[in-house]
């Protein structure tokens, strides 16, 4: 299981939530997320914001999205989307 952290999570049908953890497990799939509201051991933190999506089984997979416009609340021109696992 892997931990990582980020200034917004973005949920389908919820919306951007601020300073969220998400944990992937070993098959790089997201089984949990919840608020960061302390400092919590493994985790890594990602500038930018984290979204997450369901693939064709409905299962979750994260996406780093950095830079990111935070005025705007959407990426940035030269934003790069990475899979997290």
């Given at each position: 299981?892997?931990?990582?952290?980020?200034?917004?999570?973005?949920?389908?049908?919820?919306?951007?939530?601020?300073?969220?953890?998400?944990?992937?497990?070993?098959?790089?799939?997201?089984f949990?997320f919840f608020?960061?509201?302390?400092?919590?051991?493994?985790?890594?933190?990602?500038?930018?914001?984290?979204?997450?999506?369901?693939?064709?089984?409905?299962k979750?997979?994260?996406?780093?999205?950095?830079?990111?416009?935070?005025?705007?609340?959407?990426?940035?021109?030269?934003?790069?989307?990475?899979?997290?696992?």
């Open positions: 299981m892997k931990r990582f952290a980020a200034h917004y999570l973005y949920v389908p049908k919820k919306g951007f939530l601020k300073q969220q953890v998400i944990e992937v497990g070993e098959d790089g799939f997201v949990n608020p960061l509201s302390e400092e919590i051991e493994c985790v890594s933190w990602l500038p930018g914001v984290i979204c997450l999506e369901e693939n064709k089984e409905l979750l997979q994260a996406f780093h999205l950095y830079p990111f416009d935070f005025k705007e609340m959407k990426p940035a021109v030269d934003t790069r989307r990475r899979l997290l696992r």
